[in-house]
């Protein structure tokens, strides 16, 4: 069974930073690529930030620079690196893996909330 497990959400300063985990199991992870997407209350899931099984990354305009997605393919876990918040990043964030031959699948969400 495939699963993606989010970890690392919580509250954060403006300024601040944290890190975001998700462990993939049940997968060829190398098959995949996976993105981070998020979710503001009331609004649409958006693309946040995508990294190829080689390792070539992608981030949305909004978090350019201040975002670092990156993979280990040998433990299946991909990372985000979330610095100089701002109180517009505060969403529920989701890991994604896709692959053409095996599917595409998410994780639960963690939640992450950016406010003084």
């Known amino acids: 069974q495939v699963q993606l497990v989010e970890s690392g959400g919580g509250l954060v300063q403006p300024g601040g930073s944290l890190r975001l985990s998700c462990a993939a199991s049940?997968?060829?992870?190398?098959?995949?690529?996976v993105a981070w997407y998020r979710q503001a209350l009331g609004k649409q899931r958006d693309l946040v930030a995508t990294?190829?099984?080689?390792?070539?990354?992608n981030y949305a305009d909004s978090v350019k620079g201040r975002f670092t997605i990156s993979r280990d393919n040998a433990k299946k876990m991909v990372y985000l690196q979330m610095n100089s918040l701002k109180p517009e990043d505060t969403a529920v964030y989701y890991c994604?893996?896709?692959?053409?031959?095996?599917?595409?699948?998410w994780g639960q969400g963690t939640h992450v909330t950016v406010s003084s």
């Open positions: 994604n893996a896709e692959s053409t031959i095996y599917g595409t699948y």
């Open positions: 049940g997968v060829r992870f190398n098959y995949y690529a």
């Open positions: 990294i190829t099984s080689g390792g070539s990354a």
